[in-house]
C-alpha cells in the first residue's frame, strides 16, 4: 500500500494509504480512526463515533484514487461526488479501529463513474455503498 496522493488538503484526507489493482478495476485503502481526531470529541460526547457522511468521504476518496490511476495519471485528480446511490451502515465505526475500504468501478457514464464499495473493519462489515463520481476534466476512459 502506498500513500494516497489526493487533491485534498491534509485535514481532509480521509484515507491513510491505498493499493490499486488496475487489471482488476479496484482498489483497497485504509483508515486508522486515531481517537485523537477533533470528530470524536462532538460525535457523540462520550459515546464516539465516526460519522457516516465520512465513511462515504473515504469511499469517495479511495474510489478518486482508482479512477485517476485507471486514466493513467500520477496523481488523484479532483473529482467531484456526484451522487451516492446507496448506502447502507450496519454497524458503528469507532475511535482506534483501521477500516479497510475496497472499492470497485463498476460502470461508466460520459464524464460520471460509478463504484461499488464495502467498508470493513477486522473483516465484519461497516458499511456498503455505490457512488458515483464526476470528472472535472470530461476523461473518463
Known amino acids: 500500500m502506498t500513500v494516497p496522493a489526493l487533491p485534498h488538503g491534509p485535514s481532509f484526507t480521509w484515507i491513510d494509504e491505498v493499493e490499486i489493482d ?3 478495476g479496484c482498489a483497497r485503502a485504509k483508515k486508522f480512526l486515531d481517537p485523537s ?3 470524536f470529541a462532538d460525535h457523540f ?3 464516539a463515533i465516526f460519522p457516516g457522511v465520512l465513511l462515504i468521504e473515504c469511499s469517495a476518496q479511495a474510489a478518486g484514487c482508482l479512477w485517476s490511476k485507471l486514466l493513467g495519471m500520477s496523481r488523484a485528480q479532483p473529482l467531484v461526488l456526484a451522487q451516492v446511490l446507496a448506502f447502507k451502515f450496519v454497524r458503528a465505526a469507532l475511535p482506534g479501529q483501521t477500516l479497510s475500504i475496497e472499492v470497485k468501478r463498476e460502470r461508466i457514464y460520459g464524464k460520471l463513474a460509478e463504484f461499488a464499495v464495502w467498508i470493513r473493519e477486522s473483516e465484519e462489515l461497516v458499511a ?3 457512488v458515483l463520481l464526476a470528472s472535472s476534466d470530461g476523461s473518463c476512459g
Open 22 to 24: 488496475r487489471v482488476e
Open 37 to 39: 481526531l477533533p470528530v
Open 45 to 47: 460526547p462520550g459515546r
Open 128 to 130: 456498503s455503498g455505490r
